[in-house]
């Protein structure tokens, strides 16, 4: 009985995730507007990842502290840290070049492209099935992509820098996995997040030189709510999860952040939800359930379905 409430636990966490992502694609991209994009990533991760750094080393709230060994240490600033910094970079312009829906849209496509690099193809029919999936995916982010193709708009950029985040999101997730073997989740959250921070500060300094910076208590107060609901909480529950479940498994949950988000950015910033994005989250969502679900269990089918 324990290990259905365990599952119903870390399901339950995933959702509220989902919902706290929503609320922060909405915030960072109401400041990126205003602020540089990379800055914004930088000191939303640099402060995330010590505030929970600090619980942990401080409370045993979420789990015990555990020292760093040296190759532990290495393979969180190569493979956790500054893979998180590329992400957070290229989201974070993403969202400046075009609306947060979409973006959170190219996100729900990660589920597939994580089950495709745990899955090669091969000559049975779940390999099809999944590959299939891959296809739905693929045209729903062909439709989201097409108004911009033929209309040569600028935000062709920010829907090509979308899908990027799409696919770097899906290989954080596969090397937080492997990272979560030797460490705990909300530990490998903390460390990849201020790592993650560090490696963005040249930049940012940069950004700072060029563009300045004006702050306001409206800028602050959603950056308060970026670090921790955006930051400290969702990640150490996604982190945990991939702890508990294949990465494509987790994954899963991603196809409701477009509509967390478009949700909170429609009331919140009043974009637009356009027909375009439904028909392209449908696609979308249905390649992701048709590549993730079990069918053989669900259909009675043979094992291999």
């Known amino acids: ?64 502290f555990q020292p760093l060994t040296p190759d532990l240490r290495r393979r969180l600033w190569l493979r956790g840290g500054l893979l998180l910094a590329v992400y957070i970079v290229v989201f974070n312009w993403a969202l400046r070049l075009t609306s947060a829906a979409h973006v959170a849209l190219y996100l729900g496509a990660s589920p597939v492209w994580a089950l495709l690099w745990e899955e090669k193809p ?71 997040m201020w790592m993650a921070g560090v490696w963005l500060v040249p930049v940012s300094v940069v950004e700072l030189a060029l563009h300045g910076l004006a702050v306001n208590g409206a800028q602050t107060g959603v950056l308060a709510f970026c670090i921790v609901f955006g930051g400290v909480v969702p990640y150490a529950l996604w982190n945990s999860a991939l702890r508990n479940w294949r990465n494509s498994q987790v994954m899963l949950f991603s196809n409701l952040l477009p509509l967390s988000t478009g949700v909170w950015a429609f009331y919140f910033l009043g974009d637009p939800l356009t027909h375009t994005f439904w ?16 069918w053989a269990k669900f259909l009675g089918l043979p094992e291999g379905f």
């Not at 108004?147 to 090509?160: C, H, R, S, Y």
Request: glycine share 10%; proline share 3%.
């Open 279 to 294: 028909t392209a989250m449908i696609l979308v969502v249905a390649g992701v359930i048709l590549g993730q679900a079990d």
């Open 122 to 192: 091969g000559r049975k029919w779940a390999s099809v099935r999944r590959y299939g999936a891959a296809l739905l995916t693929l045209a729903g982010v062909v439709v989201l992509l097409w108004p911009a193709l033929t209309a040569a708009k600028l935000n062709l950029i920010g829907e090509v820098l979308g899908l990027a985040a799409s696919v770097l999101w899906a290989a954080f997730g596969r090397q937080v996995r492997e990272l979560s073997a030797h460490l705990a989740g909300t530990e490998v959250a903390a460390h990849t």
């Open 1 to 64: 009985m324990s290990q259905p409430k365990s599952n119903a636990a870390i399901a339950c966490s995933l959702l509220f995730t989902i919902f706290l992502w929503g609320g922060n694609n909405a915030g960072t991209k109401w400041l990126v507007m205003s602020w540089p994009p990379v800055f914004t990533g930088c000191i939303r991760f640099l402060i995330a990842g010590i505030l929970l750094l600090a619980v942990l080393r401080c409370t045993s709230f979420l789990g015990v």
